[in-house]
């Protein structure tokens, strides 16, 4: 069982970024999928979930109308579209899969992340 | 907005027992996830429905919720233990995950 991102890397403020994350190991369009994001030395931050079929998506203030989650299921992927990028906006981003129980956010899989720089 | 607040740091000798809090506003009317995480490494889920234990975690690692605070309990503390630990739950007010700010456990 195992996530793998990718597409993470340097740009400047404005700019954009797609990150992704293929999974291996369970049927991906069983679960739904989550982006949480880190900053170096500090706490954990959930950023988006999408459901099993993409029908939901859900977003953090903080990104809400410029970063978009999506998945390709034939694919076993899951993307984190990020558009109008901040120098706040640079962290080490996971991907993880829900456990799917009766609430959302039990987060069984993580990623080992891809790592975000925005900075002129 | 809803609001989990952890201690910074707890620390204690090997054999001991941990306990590291998560205070929220009737946090146990919601579902409480804690994860551990190692330095360099991706968190792990280690209690996921206020109690509940994934396989090839410690029996040492126990959860409660009751009230405004939920708990992880690690008995016989080992110096393996020692890592970040975050508490987590699902918001349905706001639709959001929500992270607790994580607390530092030493093992002296």
């Known amino acids: 069982v195992q996530l793998l991102e990718s597409g993470g890397g340097a740009v400047q403020p404005g700019g954009s970024l797609r990150l992704s994350c293929v999974a291996s190991g369970f049927t991906f369009d069983d679960y739904t999928m989550h982006w949480v994001r880190q900053l170096p030395g500090k706490g954990l931050e959930w950023v988006s979930l999408v459901v099993w079929d993409g029908g939901k998506t859900y977003y953090a203030d903080s990104v809400k109308g410029r970063f978009t989650v999506s998945r390709d299921n034939r694919k076993n992927t899951l993307y984190l579209e990020m558009n109008s990028l901040r120098p706040e906006d640079s962290a080490w981003y996971h991907c993880?899969?829900?456990?799917?129980?009766?609430?959302?956010?039990?987060?069984?899989?993580w990623g080992q992340g891809a790592k975000v720089t925005v900075s002129s | 907005s809803y609001v989990l607040t952890q201690p910074p740091s707890v620390s204690l000798a090997p054999g001991k027992t941990a306990r590291i809090t998560c205070g929220g506003n009737?946090?146990?009317?919601?579902?409480v996830h804690w994860y551990q995480q190692r330095p360099g490494q991706a968190p792990v889920l280690v209690i996921y429905y206020d109690s509940d234990r994934p396989s090839g975690i410690p029996e040492r690692f126990s959860g409660s919720n009751s009230g405004n605070t939920a708990t992880l309990t690690i008995s016989r503390v080992e110096a393996e233990d020692e890592a970040d630990y975050f508490c987590q739950v699902w918001d349905n007010n706001s639709d959001h995950v929500l992270f607790g700010g994580g607390t530092k456990l030493t093992v002296l």
């Open positions: 009737n946090i146990g009317g919601k579902s």
């Open positions: 993880g899969k829900d456990y799917g129980g009766r609430d959302y956010g039990a987060l069984d899989i």
